[in-house]
């Protein structure tokens, strides 16, 4: 990998597709510019800034490719050699970007792709309001409407237009799941009336989770049955369209975007449910709470939110209670980019925690400013870029370290995989839950429901 990051530099050799990838380049470039993407290609004036946002500029200051600016100088290269008009004329003397370089979609995709998590930290720290990451996922729309996006997320983009899920779990499977947790936690709560329902009319709730939850870590699902159950929450799956995650948000296709959202605001109508509720995962929450309505040109007729504003509400309401010393051990928080930068809830996950834990500590900075887990924009589905983010995750790392927290909680599936992975790789003495791990564990049983609890 170290030898492919040496190859960001400008000036490799074209391939034999340059014509027609060219061609092609320039009518995406022309069809999909938006007035948001073209000022954030003219406007930057390269003070250097975000560079000091980045986690791959500052784990690697000894190297300029991993500037946010110069990651985006790349993809205006190929802006102005295909839609400014004196460049097309006097690329070469303007150094807009030669056809060979143009031609080098490949060493595009290892930037786009490979060396950015999309995570938004540089456009918050741009003093002109430049997005760098908007252009990221800009040029990785046109590079996957090209095909030339990492085999890991063209699968899971695959996945998800066929089966509807990004794991591709049949519908056999996801009810040998929903049996499976609803045995366990009727055992567990000593309850025969506990149940799962899939596709019941007119809930209050219809809630969607990662295929993770059916297929992998059913531990997930079962924290939220067990506190709708206790909370007398009423509440339905739907049969489809219970994918919450979208890989539309990560390769920059908005009509996978749309299709994803789009499948689970269709079962909310379809089923009546007056709420759209998402686990814990930063960028299925971003993609259902925000960005969907518009890939889908849907309107927002019903409330949407994620699991722990759920959670937070039932606390206010009275309708469950916990008890912090449950969760007795040092508990810090990793803001997932998603939810929090793109998403405004910063406030909301820590309150909970408060409620849940009793030694509660800070890492900073964080919110809004927080680093990225480093395993976010699709990257923990592309392996051959693993190595270079293992070594950019020493950031995150140092951060962790300094909190001396026993514990790391996130309200993310892929940011748990994201620091589980760089947790074990600089061997920090820390464990990675999520919100709803500390929920589960800190709900106190109403008498009579306390089951087989200790077993
Ligand atoms: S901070 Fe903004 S203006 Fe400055 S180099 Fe970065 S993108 Fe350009
Ligand atoms: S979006 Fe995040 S990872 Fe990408 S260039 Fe900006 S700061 Fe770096």
């Not at 996957?144 to 695959?158: D, F, K, Q, Y």
């Not at 489809?240 to 109508?269: I, K, P």
Request: with cysteine; net charge neutral.
């Amino acid at each position: 990998m170290k030898g492919r990051i040496v190859s960001l530099a400008a000036g490799s050799q074209p391939d034999s597709r340059s014509a027609t990838q060219y061609r092609m380049l320039s009518r995406l470039f022309r069809e999909r510019l938006t007035r948001e993407m073209a000022f954030s290609m003219v406007s930057c004036v390269h003070c250097g800034a975000c560079a000091q946002a980045c986690h791959y500029a500052l784990a690697r200051a000894h190297d300029p490719c991993m500037t946010p600016a110069y990651k985006a100088d790349q993809i205006r290269r190929m802006f102005n050699r295909n839609m400014n008009w004196i460049c097309r004329i006097l690329s070469g003397r303007l150094n807009a970007g030669t056809s060979a370089a143009d031609a080098d979609m490949e060493r595009l995709r290892d930037i786009v792709f490979g060396a950015c998590t999309g995570c938004r930290r540089c456009t918050f720290n741009c003093p002109i309001g430049v997005d760098n990451a908007a252009l990221i996922r800009f040029t990785r729309g046109i590079l996957t409407e090209m095909g030339v996006v990492p085999e890991g997320l063209s699968n899971a983009s695959r996945n998800q237009w066929l089966s509807g899920n990004q794991m591709s779990v049949t519908e056999e499977e996801f009810f040998d799941s929903l049996d499976w947790i609803k045995a366990e936690l009727q055992y567990e709560l000593g309850v025969g009336d506990l149940d799962i329902l899939v596709d019941k009319k007119d809930c209050d709730i219809i809630y969607a989770v990662n295929p993770r939850e059916i297929k992998y870590d059913p531990h997930s699902l079962m924290n939220a049955a067990k506190l709708f159950y206790l909370a007398g929450e009423s509440w339905t799956l739907p049969r489809y369209g219970w994918d919450q995650t979208n890989f539309g948000l990560f390769s920059g296709d908005d009509r996978l975007g749309a299709f994803m959202a789009g499948n689970l605001y269709r079962a909310a109508e379809r089923l009546r449910a007056r709420r759209i509720v998402v686990s814990e995962c930063g960028h299925g929450y971003r993609s259902v709470r925000w960005e969907g309505y518009s890939w889908a040109n849907n309107q927002q007729t019903i409330p949407t939110e994620s699991v722990v504003e759920t959670v937070m509400r039932y606390l206010i309401e009275g309708r469950i209670k916990v008890d912090r010393l449950r969760n007795t051990g040092s508990v810090t928080f990793h803001d997932s980019c998603n939810v929090a930068r793109y998403g405004g809830l910063v406030e909301e996950p820590r309150w909970v925690l408060k409620q849940v834990c009793s030694d509660f500590r800070e890492m900073y900075p964080n919110g809004v400013n927080n680093f990225c887990c480093t395993g976010g924009g699709g990257l923990l589905t592309m392996p051959e870029y693993r190595p270079l983010r293992l070594e950019v995750a020493r950031i995150k790392a140092d951060q962790l370290k300094v909190t001396e927290a026993d514990t790391v909680c996130t309200m993310c599936h892929n940011c748990r995989d994201g620091l589980g992975d760089l947790i074990d790789h600089y061997q920090l003495n820390m464990k990675v839950v999520q919100v709803m791990d500390l929920v589960a564990e800190a709900l106190v049983l109403p008498p009579g429901n306390e089951g087989n609890i200790n077993e």
